[in-house]
């Protein structure tokens, strides 16, 4: 379970551009935190830990867009919000 989640400044700034992320993506992204928050197993996030990394995940926004966060005890710090095709 995650009881905060941190998200950065220039993440904020993304979300907020109009150019830079489309009003769906942005509702479906804050919709994702929210079952972040209730529950990292939801099959609709598709949560994963990425290989190679410690405490690293990523889930699905929609199947183009991915959120890459750190996960540290009850607390996620958001990293990313990627294209699937730039994630890796």
Not at 17 to 34: G, M, Q, R, V
Not at 38 to 64: A, C, D, V, Y
Not at 66 to 80: P, T
Request: net charge positive; glycine share 2%.
């Amino acid at each position: 379970m995650i009881n905060k989640i941190h998200i950065p400044d220039h993440l904020i700034k993304k979300l907020k551009n109009k150019k830079k992320l489309s009003a769906p993506i942005k509702e479906k992204f804050y919709w994702c935190l929210d079952i972040l928050t209730n529950n990292t197993q939801h099959p609709s996030l598709r949560n994963k830990s990425i290989k190679g990394t410690m405490n690293t995940w990523e889930f699905s926004i929609n199947k183009n867009y991915r959120c890459i966060y750190r996960k540290e005890k009850e607390e996620a710090y958001i990293l990313a919000i990627v294209k699937q095709e730039d994630a890796f």
